[in-house]
């Protein structure tokens, strides 16, 4: 809108001037005197410096492989089960002495003959007889026992993943710059002002 502006008051500046020189011209050739004489005036562009920023380099996105963390924990290893080992006791005998009936005794028909020749018979009464005898008994019988034989572990070390494979995503802002451009403030014009002269 403002270079419309200053082209439409060049145009105007352009034609007062046509119109003055004229004049001019004229005054010149009859005499510029007092009043009558105006003089260009030329007034220079301005210029001026904005700063700019630019893209040196685009915001990026990198990823990088975070590798898995290992460690060795210890643990136990069954190297023997545990056991039970058999011990078989024989049965143990004693002798023993007890006393036992060996005749029952008891009445009994007994017939003698005496120096004369006399037969005679009575009844005798027999009393029991008893002797000793040995015999053995079973003390204790045959039995097992069963000696434990506790297990037997080992300890070893083993390689377990602490922490997984990781991606990690890291954002590396953009980077700009500035640099100052010359930009025109105001353009050079020209108008006719009365002479001092």
Known sequence: ?????????????SAFSAFLLLGAQGAQAGGCHGSSCYDL??????????????????????SRVIPAEYDYVSESVLVQPERR???????????????????????????????H???????VYDKPRYAHQQRTVVVAPASTSYEVVPAVYSQRQRKVMVRPTQVVHDEIPAVYGTHHRK???????????????
């Not at 809108?1 to 500046?13: E, I, N, P, Y």
């Not at 143990?92 to 005496?114: A, L, N």
């Not at 020749?117 to 009844?123: I, K």
Request: aromatic residues 8%; contains cysteine.
């Open 1 to 13: 809108m403002s270079s419309k502006v200053l082209s439409a008051s060049a145009f105007t500046a």
């Open 41 to 62: 005036v030329q007034t220079p562009p301005v210029y001026g410096s904005v700063a700019e920023t630019y893209v040196v380099r685009p915001a990026q996105r990198q």
């Open 85 to 115: 080992i058999p011990r078989h006791h024989p049965a143990q005998y004693s002798t023993v002495s007890e006393k036992v009936m060996v005749h029952p005794g008891g009445k009994r028909w007994e017939v003698t003959t005496d120096a």
């Open 117 to 123: 020749g006399r037969t005679t018979g009575c009844w």
């Open 183 to 197: 930009v025109l403030i105001s353009p050079g014009s020209q108008h006719w002002a009365r002479s001092r002269h």
